[in-house]
């Protein structure tokens, strides 16, 4: 069973374009939460989905950044006219159940904004 | 917002020591605790998931104890291996649905062989 996908691992943008990160996960899961680590710091939630719907964006920044997990397909973070400031690593996890369950982590694809 | 500490940042110990650190949290309103080990360039980990007071698990040479009463978590490695060489999160969703995971900062531990 393959794990949670990710990819790209690594996407350079300049300032001002778009990126696109995507996060399969897990055969079987259809809950998709996606976390930020930005430079010297931690973990942090942005996102919860399930397919077609958006449950919690309470870590969302406001402006720029998407969130969307189709019927079909893999689950898309998209943030429109990056900023040097979105450069960190972004993970996205997935679990079976909501709940208080495990979730799975990919690898992670790192953003850089030059 | 949820705060959870973990202590030491960092630890670095010989092979074949024994060591342990801390995660804390507040007592109040507590649904579960995860464990991860997160190891450079790799995805994390999942350890544990913690739900009861009193709890204690075990993996091999790691194991963790939880209470939820006064609100910290212990992870221990017993017998530490060079591979063991990894930042161990702790992690706690803020409410019942489990939803959002609250990360502390991790401790960074290095094995000397």
């Known amino acids: 069973n393959a794990g949670v996908m990710q990819n790209p691992r690594h996407l350079v943008r300049r300032r001002g374009q778009e990126a696109r990160l995507r996060c399969s996960p897990m055969k079987g899961h259809s809950h998709v939460y996606w976390y930020r680590q930005l430079p010297e710091e931690g973990l942090k939630f942005m996102v919860y989905l399930q397919k077609e719907n958006i449950i919690d964006e309470s870590g969302m920044p406001k402006e720029r950044f998407s969130a969307e997990f189709p019927k079909e397909g893999p689950s898309i973070l998209r943030i429109q006219q990056v900023v040097r400031g979105d450069s960190a690593a972004y993970f996205c996890a997935s679990s079976p159940i909501q709940g208080s369950g495990q979730q799975y982590f990919g690898p992670g694809t790192r953003l850089t904004v030059t | 917002i949820l ?17 342990n650190f801390t995660c804390s949290f507040p007592s109040s309103n507590f649904y579960a605790l995860h464990w991860y080990r997160w190891e450079t360039a790799k995805s994390p980990e999942a350890l544990f998931v913690m739900t009861l007071n009193g709890d204690e698990k075990k993996k091999g040479r790691i194991s963790a104890t939880l209470n939820t009463k006064e609100g910290y978590s212990y992870l221990y490695i017993k017998g530490s291996q060079p591979e063991d060489s990894a930042t161990y999160l702790c992690a706690l969703p803020s409410n019942n649905a489990g939803n959002m995971l609250t990360f502390g900062g991790g401790t960074r531990l290095m094995v000397k062989p």
């Open chain 2, 3 to 19: 705060n959870v500490e973990q202590s030491p940042q960092s630890l670095h110990v010989q092979e074949g020591d024994s060591t």
